[in-house]
């Protein structure tokens, strides 16, 4: 039996679960905020065009409108200056098959929970290497928070004070690691960012936008349901809209599991 | 002392609510001009430019000289009330239901003898008295006999409450009370009686001043609103809209640029989203209730506040996208001003100079003050009053437009 056959026999005889890891898209969930004399990327709006009614009698749809980097979302090289030159780089260039990895799950939940500003460290993923193996090349590295149950809540979601937003995220030298000595796919997080809320404190400022993506390397961004997954074994499908020359994309993310 | 209306009675919920119903509205195309002037709260008559005699009713030719070289100008309001009659019949269906009403002769010092609504407490004839130009419920000028003495609760006279919006007793919604000007509308309209406040805040997660502080009015109550979201104004509406008299629509959004200083069409996108479109999601939302209240009692849906610019009148092109989305919203209020009248709802258009807030930094003083605008507005709901311009610098600059648009477009300009 061909892979593939064996694939859709085990998919379909609920052998491999298909995990949802996207937030859904509405008018309430938070977006990104620059500080206001900037260019802001639009939050999702939707505006009905007819519901069955004397605009259209007998069909329903919309129209909506979002930046690039609404809701859950891929970020593509392009989007950062790092990255602006690369080949492959954008929506449209990066190659598909690249948007499909195995997954390793890194759960700080814990962490997250005690401190907001929690940052990911080279020591902290040498811990979970020796308890689930080392990440392979072309993983899709995800860092569960849980951050996503504050999905319904923007303000706990955003978690702004007057100094800005406080999101866990990697820090520097561990973006470095992932990088040049395990070769990712690309970084995941729950949170609005890749990076830390805090994280235009670091040196560099972003550094997770910085090195992955100026490594030619991805961005997943607004995950859900990584306490679904298992710490490795999960298959990550992250497919972006195909958006000539596009920085990221909404999309819907899913992860394939197998069953015990 | 006139006796003051309560508020505490409430509706009586099987009763319906009675259709709106508008006074005479037909007027010559010489009469709108005393409803010009009553828009801005100016007691105006024409005056012949040969002879010198104020006319009233308005007319074509001077009633003395037969010159038609006629003015509107300002008149001294005092007169005497001659006659006072009481009126408890009526064939016309907007004074039938707001039996009995009072009415009066009154000698105006300027000359002519006018009919005018005559407030309760004016004494009876002959007695000194003040007369006013109002709009009534049909968006039309009439002329108003007022006590000589401002009295306490004068504001509250059964006649007098039909020519004006009063936020007394009433229920209001402000868009966005996270702005300057929002704060200080809230405070204001708490103080001026309102019953009941609510005020909307975008994006929740922003906490910008002031506001906790809002919340702890009693009249407030917060509520999630974001003009640029159709499905929260809508909902917002369906939660409260059967139940806000006053609507003042303040959330703006500002960006300092002309063309050349920004790229792209982003920000200017965005301004028209809040300060046009915004408009517009509330008027379709909100206006449909607010219309069906527009008799319902003496706390009636009565006004729809627009906070515009007076950038509106002529583009000030380093705030050139901003001036443009005020204009859009100015020609969309005017839509929405002969779309509320048929219920009696006055549409009031406010055209500050610049704001003393974040966005005018950079402009040299004077600048309105948040509170200045606050208490403008409002004293213009009070005298029913429907284009305002508050402050200094938009009385300036609405004079030198109505003088010469042109001239004003370039003085903007250099």
């Known amino acids: ?260 | 002392m006139s006796e003051s209306i309560s508020g505490s009675k409430r509706k009586n919920p099987i009763l319906r609510t009675r259709l709106p119903t508008l006074p005479p509205a037909a007027r010559s195309r010489v009469a709108l001009g005393l409803t010009a002037a009553a828009a801005l709260g100016r007691f105006e008559l024409q005056q012949c430019r040969d002879c010198g005699m104020v006319q009233y009713p308005p007319r074509e030719a001077c009633q003395k000289c037969l010159s038609v070289r006629l003015s509107w100008t300002r008149q001294d309001d005092k007169g005497e009330l001659l006659a006072a009659t009481v009126l408890h019949h009526s064939n016309d269906l907007f004074f039938r239901e707001r039996l009995p009403w009072r009415l009066g002769l009154v000698k105006l010092a300027c000359g002519p003898t006018v009919v005018a609504h005559l407030h309760s407490a004016a004494p009876p004839a002959p007695a000194k008295l003040r007369v006013a130009v109002r709009l009534d419920r049909a968006g039309q000028a009439v002329l108003v006999g007022l006590p000589d003495k401002e009295n306490v609760n004068m504001a509250d006279d059964r006649q007098l409450r039909e020519f004006t919006c009063d936020p007394k007793h009433r229920k209001v919604l402000v868009t966005d009370g996270k702005s300057a000007v929002g704060q200080a509308l809230v405070k204001a309209l708490a103080a001026a009686g309102a019953e009941l406040i609510w005020v909307g805040h975008a994006e929740p997660w922003k906490r910008l001043p002031g506001f906790d502080e809002l919340q702890k009015l009693p009249q407030v109550t917060a509520v999630p609103l974001d003009v640029t979201d159709s499905k929260n104004v809508r909902e917002v509406a369906a939660e409260i809209g059967a139940k806000v008299d006053i609507l003042v629509s303040n959330a703006e959004l500002h960006r300092t640029h002309g063309i050349a200083a920004r790229q792209g069409v982003e920000a200017a996108r965005a301004e028209m989203d809040v300060n046009y479109f915004g408009l517009l999601r509330l008027a379709q939302e909100f206006g449909p209730a607010m219309r069906a209240r527009g008799a319902d009692g003496l706390a009636s849906a009565v006004a729809w506040v627009n906070l515009l610019s007076i950038y509106a009148l002529a583009n000030f092109p380093p705030h050139g996208t901003f001036s443009a989305s005020k204009a859009a919203a100015q020609s969309l209020a005017q839509c929405l001003r002969a779309e509320m009248r048929p219920a009696g709802v006055r549409v009031v258009n406010v055209f500050p100079g610049p704001i003393d807030d974040e966005w005018n930094q950079l402009l040299p003083p004077p600048k309105l003050a948040p509170a200045s605008l606050a208490a403008a507005i409002v004293k213009a709901l009070r005298e029913g009053v429907e284009d305002l311009y508050p402050g200094d610098v938009a009385q300036e600059w609405l004079e030198r437009w109505r003088d010469n648009p042109k001239a004003l477009e370039r003085e903007l300009s250099s």
């Open chain 1, 1 to 260: 039996m061909s892979a593939l056959a064996g694939f859709t026999r085990a998919l379909s005889a609920g052998k491999i679960r298909v995990v949802d890891l996207t937030q859904t898209l509405s008018p309430e969930f938070p977006h990104i905020s620059l500080p206001p004399e900037m260019g802001q990327a639009w939050p999702f709006r939707i505006e009905e065009v007819s519901r069955y009614d004397e605009r259209g009698p007998a069909w329903y749809w919309n129209n909506f409108s979002c930046g690039e980097h609404t809701g859950t979302h891929f970020d593509a090289p392009i989007h950062w200056i790092s990255g602006k030159d690369l080949p492959q780089n954008a929506t449209d260039s990066i190659p598909p098959e690249r948007f499909i990895g195995p997954a390793s799950v890194l759960n700080c939940s814990e962490e997250a929970q005690k401190d907001a500003d929690f940052l990911l460290s080279v020591d902290w993923i040498r811990g979970w290497e020796k308890k689930h193996g080392r990440i392979p090349p072309r993983a899709w590295v995800l860092m569960r928070t849980d951050w996503s149950r504050r999905g319904h809540d923007p303000v706990a979601y955003q978690n702004y004070d007057d100094t800005g937003q406080h999101t866990p995220g990697p820090d520097v030298d561990a973006v470095k690691f992932l990088v040049a000595e395990r070769d990712i796919l690309g970084f995941g997080t729950e949170s609005i960012g890749t990076d830390a809320g805090q994280a235009q404190h670091l040196r560099p400022p972003y550094p997770c936008h910085y090195f992955m993506h100026g490594a030619g390397r991805y961005g997943l961004q607004c995950l859900a349901n990584l306490d679904l997954l298992p710490p490795t074994g999960a298959v990550v499908i992250a497919a972006p809209l195909k958006i000539r020359n596009g920085s990221g994309s909404p999309l819907r993310a899913i992860a394939l599991v197998e069953t015990a």
